[in-house]
């Protein structure tokens, strides 16, 4: 069906293409010069002045995007000849057989390949470039198959027509990107924010009364509210769970999920709603209630402007309220998850048990801040008996990873989870970990201590199955071993057991480097220079390993229009640059200097580093493990992400270096101005 489609593109474009092409600089010109007379001076007005301004594009009418515009596009990812119309089929089969069952956002009748390759091509790429992290056949297309993603992302940006599509292909891009390794590459929230605002710009925030033509303009209805429910409980989780400000308030199509009265709730009012909807609703009830009211009573003083987290409350008893009320809708929202949810279908099922993964994590955000104050008023002192609020901690962050090692990883969906999963269990597990310091050992009772240490490396076994991680550069598989690096110095023998040496394989028969402990070394080098530490053994041949070919190159098609050459071809693949699924430069013995994330950040000096049997290989510390790195997380009682007040969050601007004057004249020569354009003002 795609490739039938991509031949239809192709023939209407080279029909259309040079009539576009004849009248678009006229058109141009028009915009430009303010319109002409006449008959077409509105259709040539810009903005409000314009008639059409606010008519919605044939890609909003529930049909397919207009072959014969200029601005049609196709995927790049399929004109590069990177995938085939049959991989195309396969990679759509792995996103809904396994990756909507997280996001619940796309519907298989609506977003069929080639009903998804006309209606958005950026959504289209998105889908094929996520599904194929599980696609076994090529482990080498996933990173390049990202990359088009990311370029589609931004080109989208600008040039496509706003879409409830284009909003859940950047919902796609937040859930499931690429992970980061500094916080300034990160794009995930970047990536919501855009999506929400597209939302809002859409309308998908305002109920409508639209009298109801077809189960198709039923579906696209559905999709539409479906999208805006996925953008707010989004937003509203990660704010929640990482302290931020979220971005939507509850609304009339939130309330809507809970029914009021004769009202059904939402997902209950038409046969074609998706069988996920009971369970989308039901966390957005629980955020757009009690998550939503807790936040305002910790973030926002009604009597004064406050900044932060509100210190001046009774945050224990504030959390007991709130720990309270999540455990009884937990029970209430299991009850009805039993009597409505399809028992047959292995996906609601396993929708099912997320239910006290999400339930206990945020038990656990909530209680935390309480923990956080009771330790702030013990001033460091554990005299006493232990605080109630210690337990429930302990048990909320147990509960996280019971249900990720005992019942979600006995399933075939933690494989395909977002990263979030993992990193928000590996959070839970350091927090555990946290309590095993020994300035924290009188708060542990009885056997405490070991139950920790257990259900923690149960969960680093879990994350390292074969079934569960993917190859060695997974999300899952990165965690286990910077959970075991943690763990590895409170354990009685004081060794770890992630560094034997011995040089493992992953799911794809990619040898991975050994965890070596750093041995000690002359730090002076020749002429007393001091020399960095050397790499581990067999880490360079490990690092060239895995590198397909042929590259791949991109030319893209002449203009008829243009007498001139054509466009130069671009590479988009190298094979040289490739190491181990992720885009790495290539190294050497020269160039690489060591194989610890002291390279990327400075070694902590809390719990990390040299301190430890193992440590995380070059180029694999992912952003979320720099919060739990972090000396701040290690001092106070919270989980990684969440930050108490502190006296003074401003930026010291003497540390702030002035761009040196010199360097900026090199880079800068007035005579090498392209001439076509003036050195000030806009083209002539």
Known sequence: MADLALKEKKKTSSRSGSKSRSVSGTDENDRMSGGSSGAGEDENAVGVANSDYFEAAPVSKFGLRSHDGDRAEYPEIMTSGL????????????????????????????????????????????????????????????????????????????????????????????????????????????????????????????????????????????????????????????????????????????????????????????????????????????????????????YWDPKRETSGLRTDLDLVEVAFEFDKRLREWSTKTAVSFATHSNASSSQCAYRVQLLPFYVSYLRLVVLSLGFQQVAQKRNGKNDGPRPEIVKRCLNAAS????????????????????????????????????????????????????????????????????????????????????????????????????GDGATSVDSVGVPTPPMHKQEPHSPQGPGGVKS???????????????????????????????????????????????????????????????????????????????????????????LPMYAINNEGFWSSMLPPGLTWPQEDWAMNLDTIEEYPQETFDTHYQADQVPQQYPQHGYPS
């Open 83 to 298: 995938i085939t119309p049959a991989e195309v089929e396969k990679l759509f089969k792995i996103f809904f057989d396994r990756l909507n069952v997280f996001v619940s956002i796309l519907d298989p009748v609506l977003h069929t390949p080639a009903t998804t390759f006309g209606r958005c091509p950026f959504l289209f790429t998105v889908v094929c470039a996520i599904s194929s992290r599980y696609y076994v056949e090529r482990p080498e297309l996933y990173t390049i198959a990202m990359r088009f993603a990311r370029r589609a992302a931004a080109e989208s940006l600008i040039d496509a027509v706003k879409s409830v599509d284009l909003c859940q292909a950047y919902i796609l891009m937040s859930v499931y990107s690429m992970p980061s390794r500094r916080w300034e590459d990160a794009r995930e929230w970047l990536y919501l924010g855009l999506a929400i605002r597209m939302a809002i710009d859409l309308n998908l925030h305002v109920r409508t009364s639209t009298k109801i033509q077809s189960e198709q303009h039923e579906r696209e209805l559905l999709n539409r509210t479906r999208t805006w429910l996925i953008c707010y409980n989004l937003d509203r989780s990660v704010s929640a769970q990482l302290g931020k400000p979220a971005s939507i308030r509850p609304d009339p199509i939130i309330r809507s999920c809970k029914a009021i009265g004769d009202r059904p709730a939402w997902w209950n009012s038409s046969k074609a709603n998706d069988p996920f909807d009971l369970h989308l609703c039901a966390y957005s009830e629980l955020l757009s209630t009690i998550i939503a009211e807790f936040q305002e009573r910790v």
């Open 399 to 498: 509960s996280v990873l019971r249900t990720v090692v005992e019942d979600l990883a006995q399933t075939d969906y933690l494989r395909f989870a977002p990263d979030g999963h993992f990193v928000f269990s590996s959070f839970a597990a350091a927090f555990l970990i946290k309590m095993l310091r020994p300035e924290h050992a009188s708060l542990l009772e009885g056997d405490e201590r070991n139950q920790i240490m257990e259900i923690v490396e149960r969960l680093i076994d879990t994350f390292k199955s074969p079934r569960i991680a993917v190859d060695s550069r997974h999300t899952p598989m990165l965690y286990s071993r910077f959970l075991a690096s943690l763990i590895a110095k409170y354990k009685e023998d004081g060794g770890a057991d992630i």
């Open 532 to 622: 960095p530490p050397p790499p581990p053994p067999g880490i360079n041949a490990a690092m060239r390993r895995h590198r397909p070919s042929p590259s791949i190159e991109i030319s893209p098609a002449p203009d008829p229009s243009s007498n001139g050459p054509p466009p130069p071809s671009q590479t988009i693949f190298d094979p040289e640059t490739m190491v181990d699924n992720s885009l790495f430069p290539a190294m050497d013995d020269a160039n690489l200097t060591t194989y610890a994330p002291s390279t990327i950040h400075a070694a902590s000096t809390v719990h990390g580093g040299s301190q430890h049997g193992g440590q995380v290989a070059f180029g694999q510390m992912l």
